[in-house]
């Protein structure tokens, strides 16, 4: 079947690289006739799967979920204040495109969003595709199948509307793989919200209740935990996503906010969050923390029971990569670990003080997530080719360093994946899944939810908070569960995994001046307008 461009979408290979361990190992027939690979409904399952799931993580930058440069993480992460990649003389000035992120002073052309745009709208023209296919070959498979299948295929489609709602706002809704460029129109944000959540209350239901992180059957696919758990972020951010006008500085309240939930119930946005928490919690999958997160990311980390979705890798077997530690690390300490670095990406003074660092109070993640001050590798500190041993320097971090004393240490480094003595290609492919959704994230929207709506979120945010051996915790007394200290809460939990940027928008942190509130979305970028003339600049950008 022939695919029509739509959207400024790229011309889509009909070679893919796929991933997985099991069901996603194998190999749809690729380069062969569709009729001559189908001739049975596990052939067309897995041909309308598979390559689906081969773009989830990705080799090539700007592609993939996360673990390549110039695509959606870096839009969630260096356009939010957690962290940067500083100008460190003449390296990383990249146009300016990471300066642009961390000033909030992007422009139409901005690369991360071009690429943002059209990976989701690769992958949503992918799904529509899978969709016809599987129409085409229904013959072959039982009621259960068709049901099953189709079902997962519309759930990766509305985990891409969840990211767009979140980093474009009003966005096309595109169901179909025939429609024509001229039939494409812009859905308001509030279209977009309701088309995702539509989409997954009824899909979920149909979708495996088990785990995706363990390696088998399941691997990396959307069961119905994973659904849940966009489904709360939906409800979470329900008071953003459903707003046509976010510059006017008026939100909807999220207690007025009816949704209707899986079981025909509406209920409103907070305590939506807390149905689909519960369900992840009571599912059979059985989630439970870890006794500690490092165990959320370390090398060969399947089996960590807080790992709700993640993008599986193995230096061999996929070619998913993982660029963000590589990308962090001083040249020299990369070396020094068998990976090589680019010396880029660090914490910024912001985060240095949520975490406390340098003071009494420190959090003990803060040595989990970072490396600072003098490096040790294996016990010894780590001497440079000019003989001074490696020594970041956080609290010296600028946008800017060009000139400074400190232009290749300032900055604490990554350190939330645990060293993979096993990785290769410069430590970017390796053991470690790459982890887009856990657990922790769970209790601390539970809480968040229940304190939004008036009710006390204090056992949820502890679960959290007391995690780890409290001689270890700089927690010398307990901390309220109020929204202050959950924002900064789920800044130290979850530094490094992509959700800051949403969290600040939430928060009303992300913009100081109300005429600034355009920033809260990224433009539509001029590419796709010029392409189709139906395309409406978001406000702001025109």
Not at 340 to 366: H, M, P
Request: with cysteine.
């Amino acid at each position: 079947m022939k695919m029509k461009k739509s959207l400024y979408i790229f011309v889509l290979s009909a070679i893919f690289v796929f991933h997985g361990c099991g069901f996603l190992n194998e190999e749809p027939g690729s380069g062969q006739p569709e009729e001559t690979v189908i001739r049975s409904a596990e052939a067309a399952i897995k041909q309308a799967l598979l390559p689906l799931y081969s773009r989830i993580g990705s080799g090539e930058d700007g592609m993939g979920l996360q673990g390549t440069y110039f695509g959606v993480y870096d839009l969630q992460t260096f356009a939010s204040n957690e962290a940067m990649i500083p100008v460190r003389g003449g390296d990383w000035w990249d146009g300016g495109v990471w300066m642009d992120l961390y000033t909030h002073s992007w422009a139409n052309d901005n690369e991360c969003c071009e690429n943002a745009w059209l990976y989701f709208y690769q992958l949503i023209g992918l799904c529509n595709h899978s969709l016809a296919l599987l129409n085409k070959y229904e013959t072959y498979m039982s009621e259960s199948q068709y049901v099953t299948c189709q079902s997962e295929i519309r759930a990766i489609r509305a985990m891409c509307y969840v990211y767009l709602v979140d980093l474009f706002g009003r966005v096309p809704i595109i169901r179909s793989d025939t429609v024509a460029l001229h039939d494409i129109r812009q859905s308001e944000r509030s279209e977009v919200f309701a088309f995702a959540w539509d989409e997954l209350t009824f899909t979920s239901k149909y979708l495996a209740d088990t785990r995706s992180n363990i390696r088998g059957e399941y691997y990396g696919r959307i069961t119905r935990p994973v659904a849940h758990f966009l489904l709360m972020k939906l409800a979470l951010n329900a008071e953003i996503w459903t707003d046509d006008n976010w510059t006017d500085g008026v939100r909807p309240d999220g207690k007025a906010i009816q949704l209707e939930c899986d079981d025909h119930v509406k209920r409103n946005a907070w305590e939506t969050v807390v149905y689909y928490g519960n369900a992840i919690l009571g599912s059979d999958a059985g989630y439970e923390l870890c006794n500690s997160r490092t165990e959320c990311f370390a090398a060969y980390n399947e089996n960590a029971l807080e790992n709700i979705f993640t993008i599986p890798m193995n230096p061999t077997m996929y070619q998913n990569r993982f660029k963000n530690q590589f990308r962090s690390l001083h040249y020299q300490h990369g070396d020094a670990l068998g990976y090589g670095g680019e010396n880029g990406s660090c914490a910024t003074i912001e985060t240095l003080d949520v975490f406390g660092y340098g003071t009494s109070q420190q959090d003990c993640r803060f040595a989990e997530d970072f490396f600072a001050d003098v490096v040790h590798i294996e016990g010894e500190p780590l001497v440079l080719s000019t003989g001074d041993t490696l020594v970041y320097y956080p609290r010296e971090v600028k946008i800017d360093l060009t000139g400074s004393p400190y232009v290749a240490t300032a900055g604490a480094r990554m350190n939330k994946y645990a060293h993979d003595p096993g990785a290769i290609s410069g430590g970017q492919l390796r053991n470690n899944d790459i982890v887009l959704y856990r657990l922790a994230d769970v209790y601390l929207m539970i809480a968040e939810a229940k304190v939004r709506n008036g009710e006390d979120g204090q056992t949820e945010f502890d679960l959290i908070r007391l995690r780890e051996p409290i001689a270890l915790n700089w927690m010398t007394t307990p901390r309220d569960a109020t929204l202050e200290n959950i924002y900064y809460e789920r800044w130290m939990e979850l530094m490094w995994e992509g959700w800051h940027r949403q969290d600040q928008i939430r928060f009303d942190k992300y913009e100081e001046s109300a005429s600034d509130q355009y920033l809260t979305v990224f433009p539509i970028p001029q590419n796709a307008i010029q392409t189709n003339n139906n395309l409406q600049q978001n406000k702001g950008y025109e």
